[in-house]
């Protein structure tokens, strides 16, 4: 396993659209591996392969339940509203206001091209929503909230 380099906001690769994972091989893994040892020595709750520089639909999160790996990924459900205040690690030290569904439901394959299905409320919805806006190029500055909530009432930030 490697640590690999978070690119940030000024990168153009941030902005394009990923390329499905068609081999589900060595590569696959060793680029989930260093995914993973990468979002954990940031201390991050998640990471998408364009931010280390890999137009490819893969993703990796642990909001504190253990490693999940999302191979291909797509919303199937969503329901309600949330809002609360988000980050990247990308875009390092800057939290704002997102707007997210409450719940969402995602399919996804696992490194080994089997599929699987996912639920999350809360910081796991919000997750799973952050990390697949960066497989088409979407940084949630691009979701903020048009009236932000007053400094003291706010929930804690979380980076992803
Ligand atoms: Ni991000």
Not at 48 to 59: F, Y
Request: net charge negative; aromatic share 6%; hydrophobic share 35%.
């Amino acid at each position: 396993m490697a640590l690999r380099k978070i690119v940030t906001k000024e990168d153009p690769i941030l902005k394009k659209k990923c390329r499905p994972v068609e081999k589900f091989d060595d590569r696959l893994h060793m680029l989930l591996d260093d995914m993973a040892e990468t979002m954990y020595a940031a201390d991050g709750v998640g990471l998408a392969a364009p931010q280390v520089g890999m137009l490819r639909r893969a993703v990796v999160m642990d909001i504190g339940e253990g490693l999940l790996e999302l191979v291909n990924p797509e919303i199937i459900e969503r329901k309600g509203e949330q809002c609360a205040e988000e980050g990247c690690l990308s875009i390092p030290g800057e939290y704002y206001e997102t707007i997210r569904p409450a719940y969402v439901k995602v399919k996804a394959q696992d490194r080994n091209g089997e599929w699987h299905e996912y639920e999350g409320e809360e910081l796991k919805a919000r997750c799973f929503c952050h990390e697949l806006d960066h497989l088409d190029g979407v940084l949630f500055t691009e979701r903020l909230n048009p009236n932000p909530t007053p400094k003291e009432e706010r929930k804690t930030a979380e980076e992803e």
